[in-house]
């Protein structure tokens, strides 16, 4: 914990303001109880709802259009336009509302465990929680490097604040807003704490590509025992945060890398997972680390105790722990790994079509990762309640600024030089469309991405799928054959080649935008629809 005080005049914070700056966990959680906005669990974690925003809000997601942005942002549904004027505004609310605070949390923190990468950010919070959940989630600096600590990025958290939106130019009263030549990333109206995580990740996946040619990603990644690095795409609730938790490997990180030319490194320094339906059993490692320190947030007691019921979801289904990577046994310090052997693509496949396991030649590698098809996961974002098939392009279309072609330049350009093998992993439904079928078995799952990292599929006869050309293996250790061809696993066949050409008819149709400016190779893995 640090001794130091610190002065914040440029946001307008009065000198009668009590600043809570490098506050330690326990402080926090301390501040946290005293306010009255959170309890503390029976395993020693501190409980707090986030309000009326349990997820993401996507649509209120902002970037400023200026002179820097203006020609290099992707400009979308996801990246959202807004003026340097409306920004000014929004900034000034904020200081404004800073003003008439009587205490607020301030964190000084890293992000990029490459220190070649490495940016310093500034939280100026109004809630001890999203402090908490900085402190936890960001590169912890030693209080040593404080000394004229001076920020590349700064975040103001403001959940109390309410915009005039007409004012302001955003759609209501709460918004999230990223200016890259400010460097600033100003949140409001929303206590849901992801928003702080992916502000960060939407400008690193800006100035990482500008400025160093690195590859950023949306993925999980851990060490074997030999060194080798696997990597794990996904879109939150395919699974990179559980397969990456596995007792046999060193975990790096569960959700955000970069590629440079001579490995992996993790963004952040801990870990945000989902808690519905968690148990021991199923996710020993992240069950293991929701003790003192980890931040729960929207999970329900049961009646009368302080145990938290994971399988209520009454709140939300995307019931969340963060916690710093230190609560893993076995993460790697400091989160580095060398570059990579393999990559498995994770989806959601709510229709049931696409096998549990596939591997993918360099064109279908590249077709699949430009399509980033899964299903938003109930909760995930709000608004959500049930999965919904969804493309999301380099599989994180709503944090990626720049064109999806540039990402996927680089990742080729990385695939082909390292020589990657790159699998196909489908954790959705199978036997079925969602409601049909079931999910994939967890187990299943976990010895299929061990048998492939393993090379146990190397001596493993391949036939390829008629509609999506993918390669199946006919055999995979400890997983029963008979699931492992999609097809089989349907009561009615002919069911299923109706779903599967209908699936293949949406990836084309979404493919459509981006089919000026990929190879004939890429082109070529289209499925036949």
Known sequence: MSARTIQLPEWQIQPNTQVHYQSSTEALVQDTLRIQEGILA????????????????????????????????????????????????????????LSTLKEVWVRDCYVCADPRYRLKVRVISEKPWTNLFAHNMFIRPADTDLEGFTPDWTVISVPGLELDAKRCGTRQQNASVVSMSDKQIVITGSGYTGETKKGIFTILN????????????????????????????????????????????????????????????????????????????????????????????????????????????????????????????????????GLPKNIFFLTCDAYGVLPPISKLNPGQAMYQFISGYTAKVAGTEAGVTEPKPTFSACFGAPFFPLHPGEYAHLLGKKMQENKVNVWLINTGWTG???????????????????????????????????????????????????????????????AYDEKAKYLAGLFVKNFEKYASGVSEEIMAAAPKA
């Open 432 to 494: 079925g469309a969602y409601g049909t079928g079931n999910r994939m078995k967890l187990s299943y799952t976990r010895a299929m991405i061990t048998a492939a990292l393993d090379g146990k599929l190397d001596a493993a006869q391949y036939s390829n799928d008629p509609v999506f050309g993918l390669a199946i293996p006919d055999q995979c250790p400890g997983v029963p054959a008979e699931i492992l061809n999609p097809r089989n696993t349907w009561s009615d066949p002919t």
């Open 42 to 97: 029976d395993s020693g974690a501190l409980v707090i709802k986030t309000g009326a925003f349990t997820g993401r809000s996507p649509k209120d997601k902002f970037l400023v259009r200026d002179a820097l942005t203006d020609q290099t942002v992707n400009w979308n549904d996801f990246n959202q336009a807004i003026s340097p004027e409306s920004f000014g505004l929004i900034r000034e609310d904020a200081k404004q509302y």
């Open 206 to 337: 800006y100035v990482l590509v500008k400025d160093h040619g690195v590859l950023p990603m949306h993925c999980s990644a851990n060490l074997g025992q030999d060194g080798d690095t696997a990597i794990f795409f996904g879109l939150s609730g395919t699974g990179k945060t559980t397969l990456s938790a596995d007792p046999n490997r060193k975990l790096i990180g569960d959700d955000e890398h970069g590629w440079s030319n001579d490995g992996i490194f993790n963004f952040e320094g801990g870990c945000y997972a989902k808690t519905i339906d968690l148990t021991e059993e199923k996710e020993p490692e992240i069950f293991r680390a929701i003790r003192p320190g980890a931040l729960l947030e929207n999970v329900v007691f049961f009646p009368d105790t302080k145990k938290v019921n994971f399988e209520d979801g009454s709140i939300t289904e995307n019931t969340r722990v963060s916690y710093p990577l230190y609560h893993i046994s076995n993460a790697v310090d400091p989160s580095v790994g």
